[in-house]
């Protein structure tokens, strides 16, 4: 239960001058009182706009941020995606040892499982002014309302309503402080950047320049090959099974996110290219180079891969070798050898909004299909957008199967492909040499939709119509 993360952070409502104004005030009274945040507690200040700071130290709040440990750390992003740089040694350490449930609180919109940081298991979504309470307080399990979150430096105990502003107060300092003016100011040339943009040398041309030692940015496989006509379609034959899922697996479990690892596929990339650890970033960061994000698909910590129970994380078996390895490692040693994959999930695959690596990187890994009880609907148009099939069971999910993901899969008719048509899936049972066959409901919902496919993806689609339209 204890506080380990305390972020105030650049999205939703950090958006609102209130909050942040009462953030700034409860941390002048805390400081007032004599209060401090707890010294476990990793704080910080990352709004999304510049004009923040700007009111915020105009109505004297600054300061008193700063006291408590709310520094300024940057704008944009930063805790929410996973950007909160590791904790102290000591405390990493004795998490990991312990086996403790420790937590973060972050004005953000987005705590999904392993994304904020390995540490935090449990990550609560709070007002700016409660994040700030909560790191005076630095745990989670007392109650606000009730219990003291500190001592004063009276001796005395000092509550939540102690602390807190009135809506009045808040409304004073936002009426003088925050102006017109100041947004003028800060957007009137926002796109002149600083001296570091200012600095950077470009060699311009009507196409990009690829660096192809940049670990940062590559030219994408997307259009490899590519023809002026798409290949016909052909069918899944002697698929193999990249992984099986559970229920509500969200694209932050699909789509890399947050810190790299050592000791991952991408760790092990961006080592070999000899970038140092302290220099790996952030997946999010990485999001255009494919070598890295491909490698980090399904490689959330959280994740739970029905073929290796016993393993939280993205691994999986390799068939018919039976060796356990990272889903990248099995998804590039499966293409070696021909095969293609499919991927099998439960109700609600695709949640969540890290929507377009989770696609992506499902694509390049080579499944060709996800067999599923449900989709979320935004998820299942991106993947259709990238030419994999997204398939609906009609009757029985995977669990009536017996699954234990040496079955080889083959799924037929996909010439004739038309919107919601069902088709059948065939699982060959290599223990036993007997064939299952089940009905599943083609996700493709549209002629549109269906045409991107067809083209292997909406790139390809695009790009194939902008050559016809430059040929007259």
Not at 35 to 53: F, N
Not at 135 to 154: C, H, V
Not at 339 to 367: C, H, N, Q
Request: proline fraction near 5%; charge should be positive.
């Amino acid at each position: 239960g204890d506080v380990v993360i305390a972020a105030i952070t650049s999205c939703t409502n950090t958006s609102n001058p209130s909050v942040l104004i009462a953030a700034g005030l409860v941390a002048k009274k805390a400081v007032e009182k004599g209060l401090k945040v707890k010294p476990w507690v990793k704080t910080s200040l990352a709004p999304g706009s510049q004009v923040v700071t700007d009111y915020l130290k105009a109505a004297g709040l600054t300061k008193s941020l700063d006291a408590l440990g709310f520094n300024l750390v940057g704008y944009g992003c930063t805790t929410c995606i996973g950007n909160s740089g590791p904790l102290p040694e000591a405390i990493s350490e004795t998490i990991q040892a312990s086996d403790l449930v420790a937590c973060s609180v972050l004005s953000g919109n987005r705590n999904f499982e392993g994304r904020v940081n390995p540490d935090t298991r449990a990550n609560y979504l709070a007002s700016p002014p409660l994040v700030v309470a909560y790191a005076l307080a630095g745990n989670m399990l007392i109650d606000l309302a009730k219990d003291p979150i500190g001592e004063g430096k009276d001796g005395k105990p000092v509550y939540l309503k102690d602390i807190w502003p009135t809506s009045a107060e808040v409304a004073e300092l936002q009426r003088k402080h925050v102006t017109q003016k100041m947004f003028a100011s800060r957007y009137s040339d926002v796109f002149k950047g600083d001296k570091n943009w200012q600095g950077i040398k470009v060699a311009g041309g009507q196409t990009y320049a690829w660096d192809v030692g940049s670990t940062y940015v590559q030219n994408p496989p997307y259009f490899q090959d590519m023809k002026m006509e798409p290949e016909p379609v052909n069918d899944v034959i002697e698929a193999r099974i990249l992984g099986v899922f559970g229920d509500s697996i969200t694209t932050d479990h699909i789509s890399p996110a947050g810190s790299i690892k050592a000791s991952s596929p991408a760790g092990v990339y961006l080592r070999e290219r000899q970038v140092p650890t302290t220099e790996f970033n952030s997946y999010g960061a990485r999001r255009g180079n494919h070598e890295v994000m491909m490698r980090g698909t399904f490689a959330n910590i959280r994740i739970r891969n029905k073929i290796t129970p016993e393993i939280e994380g993205g691994v999986t078996r390799h068939f018919p070798s039976g060796d356990t390895m990272a889903i990248y490692d099995a998804a590039m040693r499966y293409q070696a050898e021909g095969r293609p994959m499919v991927i099998f999930a439960g109700k609600e695959y695709g949640t969540g909004s890290s929507r377009d690596w989770a696609a992506k990187g499902t694509k390049l890994l080579g499944v060709r299909a996800v067999i599923a009880e449900s989709f979320e609907r935004i998820h299942r148009s991106n993947l259709v957008g990238m030419g994999v099939l997204p398939l609906q069971f009609i009757q029985d999910g995977w669990q009536k199967l017996n699954l234990t993901g040496e079955e080889i899969v083959s799924i037929r008719g996909l010439s004739e492909l038309s919107p919601r048509r069902q088709l059948t899936v065939e699982l060959y049972r290599a223990g036993d040499g007997r064939i299952a066959r089940f009905p599943v409901r083609c996700r493709i919902d549209t002629p549109t939709e269906l045409e991107y496919f067809r083209n292997g993806g909406v790139l390809n689609y695009v790009l194939r119509n902008l050559a016809r339209d430059a040929q007259g």
